[in-house]
């Protein structure tokens, strides 16, 4: 996958992925899928050649048509010829109905439509947005013929289902260079997302440039900063893309940079230093004092000279009061307004900021813990804390997004994120017994490497030898699981979606007592527990009507945290995982099919790479180099597609137990460069269940078979290059647990294909030594564990 042979297979897979894709029952290459596709039953396709001349009429798109035109020649390898003049007949006409502002706006019209026929393409949109977003879609669809490029027959209306669908970048952790940026904003245009959210402050660096406190970037940045004239330009180049730019300015908390700048607004004195460690920190604005509120109207003013947009995000989040609390005189201000508590003083605070905010004409976002009756309902929460915070912003008839879910940092598999549905959903009574159900309730806790324990209880339901079941985390709202299954009988998994990643127990239920392990993404964690005397009342989903979610929820935003993520890995952690964010915004809700979603997600990071020019494969090419240090990358490459960053935060919580978990740690592992799923273990994982499910499917043999067969002659090859390396040296032993793996897959093919039997002892012997290489090893997990797993079932 790695390699850059590979990339170019890759690529050129691009030029035919049209056919394939066309075979299929209405599929083409495209992400997000649009709400209406209509193909011709006769097929066709429109040939295109390096003379195609675009015409735009009803507005003024600037340089937009070179632009494409550069990308199509990209697509193609051809040299473009320069586009003649007004007088021949367009290839690609695109007519807007109506002229707006340049600048893109919440509400701006993204729909448009395409006809691609024998006589051309015709693109109709209401405005010059919808004109971008239908580029793009037109774009995906340019595929090459020995002959010619082509574009299909195709008749498509689209438009988004949601009007706020964004990326979350921060360089306030890890800076990010300008020319990074763009690239993403690239990439957020061709996902037909419409929000870059620029995370201008926290506790590591400040990076906007103030013209009326400079010493805010003097003393706070590093050095590392956006000058005015550089955000104005990244303002305008977003907007040429149709992408809105909304900033970030954490108030009051995430603020150890701002106090060490100006440490006098601080609500517990100095002096204080720029904060190199990853977390939540102490330091708070003084919410007493005028001068707080002085410096903010005139800041915010500066930022409103910048930035267009009519929202402007506040932060909010994870407020530390200690310094509030400890303070004699903001205690006595709080009994003098009549502020109950700290949340109450953060409450009067934003209110505060909301009314500076109104007076430059900006709109507050903020995340989850702004939420507050006294705050206005105009306002919006972003949140991280998922569906059960959003759909009490909905019920309440406030306006959110959603993140949680949709956290990109975290290493988690496509399928997770496209699972991760906007709209809370209702239990639908699955929860209720029935005559005739039996059911019994386990108490579980799972032990985390950082924070509290994850501690909660679940059902298990059986009705004439079927069963259902539900769990209920602390603290949260129920959830139906899914994929039930009896390993033995005494012995069971399921899977649920939540906050952490798929979260999957493998449990003995036996005398009373739960044990054994619960994966959350790929990462196994111990489980303890035992049954419980009743079943629990739990709490049911906080659900908005019909009307209220179609009203208040208005989309979401994926977020890339960067305590993990530099310039030299930022492609690897975003793409093209976004691509799958971007559909779950913009198609319909019933777009939910996951093996084409990955069918569609395979053509569309092979375009993004080459038409869009974004580095996930360059990047992963890149650092392969550098660790396999002159020698030959191939070897590294087929053993890292055994293997997977371990997800979840299991990577941040391994770093915070070593004492590492700050900007000195380098980002320079094997982890840093593998995709969140091997690709090559999720075919894999397909090619098992084929071969279990039909025994006699050579093609599904013989796939496994050569894949385990690579990855075992690998290995004395790839031990090699790793014993010469200091960073790959720790997975020395994990490559020699890849080839017992694969032995052992090997064998039990062997014994499916020749009709051989083990003994119970051989099959013990099997589990443990899978159990033993299923732990987290140098920040990786041996994904290749869970398809031979499966096969050992299978022989059980």
Aim: charged share 20%; aromatic share 8%; with cysteine.
């Amino acid at each position: 996958m790695f390699s850059l042979l590979r990339l170019i297979l890759f690529a050129s897979c691009l030029l035919t992925t049209l056919t394939a894709f066309a075979s299929a029952h209405r599929n083409l290459p495209l992400m997000p899928w649009p709400q209406q596709v209509i193909q011709p039953e006769a097929g066709g396709s429109l040939a295109l050649n390096n003379r195609l001349i675009i015409r735009v009429e009803g507005d003024d798109l600037g340089d937009a048509v070179p632009r494409w035109r550069q990308r199509i020649g990209l697509q193609t390898g051809w040299e473009m010829l320069p586009q003649t003049g007004q007088g021949q007949k367009a290839d690609i006409l695109i007519s807007i109905a109506k002229r707006v502002n340049a600048i893109p706006q919440p509400d701006s019209d993204e729909s448009y439509s395409l006809t691609v026929s024998g006589d051309g393409v015709k693109l109709a949109a209401v405005t010059r947005f919808g004109a971008m977003r239908g580029m793009e879609t037109l774009l995906q669809l340019v595929g090459n013929t020995p002959q010619s490029g082509t574009l299909p027959w195709v008749t498509i209306h689209d438009k988004p289902r949601f009007p706020w669908r964004g990326i979350l970048l921060d360089p306030a952790r890890h800076f990010l260079p300008l020319e990074t940026l763009r690239r993403q904003i690239d990439g957020i245009a061709a996902a037909r997302m419409n929000v870059f959210h620029w995370h201008l402050t926290d506790d590591q660096g400040w990076r906007f440039a103030s013209e009326h406190f400079p010493q805010l970037q003097q003393k706070g940045s590093d050095g590392l900063f956006y000058s005015r004239e550089q955000m104005k330009a990244l303002v305008q180049y977003a907007a040429e893309r149709g992408v809105r730019v909304v900033p970030e300015i954490d108030l009051p908390g995430h603020a150890t940079a701002l106090a060490a700048a100006m440490p006098e607004l601080i609500s517990a004195p100095g002096p204080y230093q720029i904060e190199r460690g990853w977390g939540v920190f102490k330091p708070l604005l003084d919410p007493s004092s005028e001068k707080v509120y002085a410096f903010i109207d005139t800041l915010v003013g500066e930022v409103a000279a910048i930035f267009p947009d009519p929202w402007l995000h506040i932060g909010g989040d994870e407020v530390d009061a200690t310094q509030w609390k400890a303070s004699a005189h903001i205690q006595q201000f709080m009994r003098v307004q009549g502020l109950k508590d700290e949340h109450a003083l953060q409450a009067y605070f934003n209110q505060r900021v909301e009314k500076i905010l109104e007076k430059h004409h900006r709109q507050m976002v903020g995340w989850d813990e702004i939420a507050h009756p006294d705050l206005p309902r105009t306002i919006l929460i972003q949140s991280w804390q998922g569906q059960d915070a959003l759909g009490e912003v909905g019920r309440n008839n406030r306006r959110g997004i959603l993140s949680a879910g949709f956290y990109l940092d975290q290493p988690q598999p496509a399928s997770y994120h496209y699972r991760n549905e906007v709209y809370p959903s209702g239990l639908n009574g699955e929860d209720r017994l029935r005559p005739g159900d039996v059911a019994h309730s386990w108490a579980f806790t799972m032990p985390r490497l950082k924070g509290s324990a994850v501690r909660g209880s679940f059902t298990l339901i059986e009705h004439d030898s079927r069963w259902r079941g539900f769990i209920d985390f602390a603290g949260r709202s129920r959830r139906l699981v899914h994929n039930l299954e009896w390993l033995a009988p005494d012995r069971l998994t399921f899977s649920v979606d939540s906050w952490m990643g798929e979260f999957m127990p493998v449990v003995t239920l036996k005398e009373n007592q739960l044990s054994g392990y619960i994966r959350v993404g790929n990462t196994r964690y111990p489980a303890e527990g035992e049954r419980m005397e009743k079943m629990p009342t739990g709490i049911q989903p906080s659900l908005p009507s019909g009307q209220q979610m179609q009203d208040n929820l208005l989309g979401g935003e994926a977020a890339l945290w960067s305590e993990l993520v530099n310039p030299q890995v930022i492609d690897i952690r975003l793409w093209p995982r976004a691509f799958v964010v971007a559909e779950r915004l913009w198609s319909a809700k019933e777009v939910t099919e996951e093996e084409n979603m990955y069918q569609r997600l395979a053509a569309v990071d092979a375009w993004s790479t080459v038409s869009v020019g974004l580095q996930q494969h360059a990047q992963v090419q890149t650092q392969m180099i550098r660790l396999a240090n002159g020698s030959d990358t191939l070897p590294l490459q087929i053993l890292a597609e055994a293997l997977e960053p371990a997800q979840y935060y299991t990577r941040q919580h391994l770093k915070f137990q070593a004492g590492h978990y700050d900007l000195s740690e380098p980002l320079n592992r094997l982890a840093d460069i593998l995709p969140a799923e091997s690709d090559a273990i999720r075919r894999l994982n397909l090619q098992v269940e084929a071969l279990i499910n039909h025994r006699g499917d050579r093609q599904a043999m013989q796939a496994v078979r050569r894949q385990l067969t690579l990855w075992q002659q690998n290995i004395p090859v790839v031990t090699e290059l790793l014993a010469k390396n200091t960073q790959l040296r720790p997975l020395l032993s994990v490559a020699k647990q890849v080839e017992a793996i694969s032995r052992i897959g090997l064998s039990l093919l062997d014994a499916r294909e020749y009709h051989r039997s083990f003994s119970a002892n051989e099959l013990a012997k099997m589990a443990l030594l899978l159990d033993s290489a299923a732990v987290t090893q140098d920040e990786v997990v041996i994904a290749l564990v869970r398809p031979v797993e499966k096969l050992l079932r299978a022989e059980k």
